[in-house]
């Protein structure tokens, strides 16, 4: 190799260098799309909006929040995956898109392997989950409400806020083990799926605490939590496994950004919303949500979603659920 090959090269890789720092020191130098994998008005919405606001200060640029509605949460990720790996479009949803959701349903993006096309930046909290009815209702308890749905095939309906979420694999799990026939009602949004058990449209709702409201007003009762451990708020609401249940639904909500965006980027992007995830504002916000406060990291949540793959997998397998439902 003559030296004009060797100046050549030389300079290609001082432009590539210098041109990714600068980069790095420059981003974001434009408005940042944030798309929600969940409706307007639900506490995802409502927590990551207020995140967003506090974080667009620190990356001296505006974060444009929308909503990406539709397949429990995948749908978004699906728009994501054909994004530029700029750090310009990120999207919030839940690690069970990746985690759980692909063995459940066809996903618009990789089944097999799913964080080939994306990366975590950070996450500021997880799902509660729990099954509430109206308070005049018959059921008192979790109990009262199976030995009901059991001796009578096709009268219970219940509302999520989508197919494929965990509160609805929650139900789908009871239904399986225990030979139940109830219809399920999904909606776009989860204050429609709570709205529809006041209007008496469906006897319950599986689902976040948006009923936490009427519950704590004495109109909705709080029947189980499909968490492995009870609300701190309803500590004396048991949980599934406590009925004897081996199965619990976890969630964590998190932002995505589609794979190869570089490191530099995510890193700034975690940086800021986590010091807006740890202002008392949201901290605020997040509790009149119900929505625990727990920050966790890029390379952290990796292993998460990993770890979940594998076991939602083996689960479903052994359970015959979702793509792996025998016929």
Not at 222 to 232: A, F, H, S
Not at 305 to 327: M, Q
């Amino acid at each position: 190799m003559n030296r004009v090959h060797l100046t050549t090269l030389f300079l290609i890789a001082s432009f590539i260098f210098v041109g990714s720092e600068t980069l790095a020191d420059t981003f974001p130098s434009k408005p940042i799309n944030l798309w929600v994998g969940w409706g307007g008005g639900s506490g995802t919405d409502i927590s990551q909006r207020a995140i967003a606001n506090i974080a667009s200060k620190a990356l001296k640029q505006p974060i444009l929040v929308s909503n990406v509605t539709g397949g429990g949460g995948t749908l978004v990720l699906g728009r994501l995956r054909a994004e530029k790996p700029d750090g310009y479009t990120i999207a919030n949803t839940s690690s069970a898109t990746l985690g759980r959701i692909p063995h459940l349903q066809p996903v618009p993006y990789n089944a097999q392997d799913p964080l080939k096309d994306f990366i975590p930046i950070m996450s500021y909290s997880y799902y509660l989950y729990g099954l509430a009815v109206k308070s005049d209702s018959p059921w008192k308890t979790f109990d009262e409400f199976i030995a009901y749905a059991k001796a009578n095939p096709g009268k219970i309906r219940y509302s999520t806020s989508g197919v494929g979420t965990g509160q609805h694999l929650a139900m789908e799990f009871l239904a399986m083990k225990e030979k139940i026939k109830w219809t399920h009602v999904p909606f776009s949004t989860s204050p429609q799926a709570v709205a529809a058990v006041m209007g008496g449209h469906v006897e319950a709702t599986s689902q976040t605490p948006e009923w936490r409201e009427q519950v704590d007003a004495g109109s909705m009762r709080l029947l189980i939590c499909w968490n492995d451990k009870r609300m701190p708020f309803y500590p004396n609401v048991p949980t599934l496994k406590e009925k004897g249940y081996d199965f619990s639904v976890q969630a964590i909500i998190l932002l995505y950004a589609p794979a190869n965006t570089p490191k530099e980027m995510i890193t700034t992007l975690s940086k800021a919303f986590r010091q807006a995830s740890e202002t008392e504002e949201v901290k605020e916000v997040l509790k009149r949500l119900s929505y625990p406060h727990d920050i966790k990291e890029s390379e952290e949540l990796i292993q998460i979603i990993k770890k979940d793959y594998e076991l939602n997998g083996k689960l479903f397998k052994e359970l015959g659920l979702g793509i792996y439902k025998k016929d």
